[in-house]
């Protein structure tokens, strides 16, 4: 976890310092590259959501739903899933908890795209010795909370 997949693209030299988050560049900006990679884990644990509640309702016996297993930007994951899924860092509970409540913007016990996002991230910096903000910075902060 926290690393990111190769890509045929070489950034340019502006976009390796931001990247770096060193002279000037901003470790809390999210890179294209990031985003990208951050959005297709949180769209996969959709998907597995997804397919759980398939398997629960054949099981219990009910009528199959008529919907698209298809996984939703505007949806969320359950924290139960985004737990299992940032305890895989091996960063401390106390460092994921403070994570968990700076990213829980909207304090649902679940998380959407933006708030993912904003863990995710926090967990890639703090693996890369990066100490954690106190506030989320605006950078971080879903839109609609800004």
Sequence with gaps: MGTEEESSER????????????????????????????????????VRVLLVHQVHVHINGFKKLNFAAQPNPRGSIPG???????????????????????SDVTKTGCLSLEEFLAAMHLVVLRRNDIALPEDLPVSLQPRSEK
């Design 11 to 46: 950034p340019s030299s502006d976009e390796e310092e931001a990247d770096k988050g060193e002279g000037g560049g901003d470790p809390w900006t999210i890179t294209r590259e990031q985003l990208g990679y951050y959005t297709t884990q949180f769209l996969n644990m959709q």
């Design 80 to 102: 139960a899933l985004a737990k299992e899924f940032f305890e895989k860092s091996r960063l401390p509970v106390p460092e994921l908890r403070k994570i968990w409540q700076l």
